[in-house]
């Protein structure tokens, strides 16, 4: 533990120079770090301090000295959130990646309890190594797409969600929980005990309290085939509906980026998979991209999207009929800190990145919606670096849901100069794109970013007033913090 928790053991001392002590206990001048989130890099935010505790107690030992000496905590996995949601000013930032240790795990009983900030590869890696030998096995439902290092933690804080065809958010996939809350009280959270903190914590973004432990609903793991081909947003809704009706687990639809081509945002390469017998050999030579050819698919999306889009979608089209385990083809390759060097390969007059926004929108209004964005960023001069189109079920259990129908799930991931400009520019295209989802019945996450304005959050989420004193009466010294709840509250 840090030494700068280190106080004399005795509790009439502590008490005597608590008011004495906590300015140089919780001096930020000798210790405060700059963080920012890993994607975006638009979250650019110093804190007091870094702490990561090793174990629960630890845990429980920092949350109640923070809340002695008044200083707020901050909660953080992979850094990945791009909303803020990780971080405060000047909050004591309680990193949880030592907390990766897998508990137990039961595979007859199809569940594994993990510490929160354990990642997907290391999970997944437990697990495959655990049930070596066994003809019948299990693995996980689903997680983030795009990146593989983001905790349990985290995915539960965002209640995210992968590519699964008929899957409702990560809710749907969590047992139970172990929360610490304001005064470092291990609660544990399901549906039957603390109800009211399981529904708030699960897509809560931390602001109930630190999330130390998670236990996991599985699902059989399958030898999966991927079955890829063009299509058109016109027809999307049908394929996805074919697909389902076939016994297809996973699928998604990668559109075209290019605006010069006719095929901007209505062609785009349209993957599921289905399942095989486990025992079917997978094959040797397996096509992937490597490093080198994610680099150059990166530079082209900047450059030439026309030729970007010709090369994935030939990669794509020639791993038709391969077979993969149904968690690991979720896992995928991220290039940390790829946007420094995409800047100097570009010489780039200004720093830039990009920045992913997700909209909800009914699946019978999914090509309307379409049609009426693709006219918005060929007059606006957007500029798309890439985008999916998933499926999602109805979370009907979590406070702050965001999947309130079945919807398809748009994402857009665009590129953001950072100086004043480009960000205002970005302001501007995310805050089009959220009405462009309203208009059409639809909603957007909160995760992302903070440009939308009072009166879009309040249409599409009318909860969070309820949501944020819920916030204050479970947490009224607001012990936890994030530069997201300043922003909201």
Not at 410 to 437: C, E, M, P, S
Request: with cysteine.
């Amino acid at each position: 533990m840090s030494k700068m928790f280190e106080t004399s053991s005795s509790p009439a001392r502590q008490q005597t120079i608590a008011g004495a002590t906590r300015q140089r206990r919780w001096s930020p001048l000798p210790t405060s770090r700059v963080v920012n989130d890993v994607h975006s890099q638009l979250n650019c935010t110093r804190v007091s301090h870094i702490a990561t505790p090793n174990s629960l107690a630890e845990l429980q030992a920092l949350i109640r000295r923070a809340r002695t000496a008044g200083k707020s905590l901050s909660v953080a996995g992979g850094r990945h959130a791009m909303g803020g949601q990780q971080f405060a000013a000047d909050s004591v930032l309680l990193d949880m990646s030592q907390m990766s240790r897998v508990l137990s795990f039961d595979p007859a009983r199809g569940e594994i309890e993990v510490e929160a900030g354990i990642q997907w590869p290391a999970l997944i890696a437990h697990m495959t190594k655990a049930q070596r030998g066994l003809s019948r096995q299990v693995g996980i439902r689903q997680k983030q797409t795009g990146a593989d290092r983001l905790s349990v933690g985290g995915a539960l804080a965002a209640n995210i969600h992968g590519r699964g065809l008929q899957l409702k958010p990560f809710v749907g996939d969590i047992e139970s929980f172990v929360l610490i809350d304001a005064e470092g009280t291990a609660r544990t959270c399901s549906r039957f005990e603390n109800a009211e903190l399981f529904r708030l914590a699960i897509g809560g973004y931390g602001l109930f309290g630190v999330v130390a432990r998670v236990t996991l609903r599985l699902a059989p793991r399958r030898k999966l085939e991927r079955v890829v081909r063009l299509a058109e947003t016109s027809e999307l809704a049908s394929l996805f509906e074919q697909r389902i009706a076939a016994g297809f687990l996973y699928g998604d639809f990668q559109f075209m980026t290019d605006p010069s081509s006719a095929g901007f945002l209505r062609t785009g390469i349209f993957s599921c998979y289905r399942p095989v017998d486990d025992a079917t050999p997978t094959g040797e030579g397996q096509r992937e991209l490597s490093a080198h050819d994610w680099h150059e698919l990166l530079y082209l999306a900047h450059t030439d999207r026309r030729r970007a889009f010709e090369l994935y979608a030939a990669h794509y089209l020639a791993t038709s009929g391969q077979l993969y385990w149904s968690d690991k083809h979720q896992l995928s390759f991220y290039l940390d800190d790829y946007h420094q060097t995409l800047d100097q390969r570009l010489d780039a007059p200004q720093r830039g990145s990009e920045m992913i926004t997700e909209l909800y929108i009914p699946r019978e209004r999914l090509t309307a919606f379409m049609e009426t964005v693709r006219g918005d960023f060929l007059r606006q001069q957007t500029e798309l670096i890439y985008g999916t189109v998933r499926l999602i079920e109805r979370d009907d259990e979590t406070f702050l849901a965001w999947a309130k129908e079945r919807y398809a799930c748009v994402v857009f991931n665009l590129h953001v100069t950072h100086d004043a400009v480009g960000l205002i520019k970005a302001q501007y295209d995310f805050r089009r794109l959220i009405d462009r989802a309203l208009q059409f019945d639809g909603s957007y996450y909160l995760t992302y970013h903070r440009w939308a304005t009072r009166e879009q959050v309040a249409a599409c989420y009318p909860q969070m007033p309820e949501f944020l004193r819920l916030k204050r009466c479970l947490d009224p010294s607001e012990v936890f913090q994030s530069d997201w709840y300043q922003h909201y509250k």
